[in-house]
C-alpha cells in the first residue's frame, strides 16, 4: 500500500489485509518518523522546523531548540486520537501511532540534504527529492 502517513487511514487498511505498506511523504509532524524507525534525532545537533537555527548551534539555541519541540508531544497526541481510536476498533486491538508506523517497510522522503540539514537515516529511509518535479522545457 503506497500511502502518505500523515493520515494513517492507509496504514490502518495495510495492516488490517496484512499488506506491507510504502510511505511517501517529506515531515511527519513532531518527528514521528524518527520515533517509529527508531532513527536518532537529537535536539543538540538536528535543528527542528520554522526555528531558523542551523546545525552549528550555542548553548541557549539549543534551549530554544528542545523548548520549541516540547509542546509538540502534547500535539500531536491531541491530533492523532481520533486515528488511535480508529484503529483499535477496525484492529480489535489496542494500537499506538507509533505502533502503526513502525510497520512501513520503506519511508519514501521527498528530502535532500542540499535544501535541508543533513541528519541520521535509517536504512529504510530513502530520499527521493524532486519525485514530483515538472520537467524544463
Not at 7 to 22: M, T
Not at 63 to 69: A, L, R
Not at 83 to 105: F, H, I, M, P
Request: with cysteine.
Amino acid at each position: 500500500v503506497l500511502t502518505n502517513p500523515l493520515l494513517p487511514c492507509g496504514q490502518i487498511v495495510a495492516e488490517l489485509l496484512s499488506l506491507p505498506s510504502v510511505f511517501l511523504l517529506q515531515q511527519m509532524p513532531c518527528g514521528l518518523e524518527h520515533e517509529a524507525t527508531q532513527c536518532p534525532s537529537p535536539l543538540s545537533y538536528v535543528p527542528r522546523l520554522f526555528t531558523g537555527l542551523t546545525d552549528h548551534m550555542n548553548f541557549l539555541q539549543r534551549v530554544k531548540n528542545f523548548i520549541f519541540e516540547f509542546p509538540n508531544y502534547f500535539l500531536c497526541d491531541f491530533f492523532f486520537q481520533p486515528y488511535v481510536k480508529l484503529a483499535s476498533e477496525v484492529l480489535g486491538r489496542d494500537v499506538t501511532v507509533n505502533g502503526l508506523l513502525s510497520q512501513a517497510s520503506i519511508w519514501l522522503m521527498k528530502l535532500d540534504f542540499v535544501l535541508h540539514y543533513p541528519k541520521p537515516l535509517m536504512p529504510n529511509m530513502i530520499l527521493v527529492s524532486g519525485v514530483n518535479c515538472a520537467h524544463k522545457k
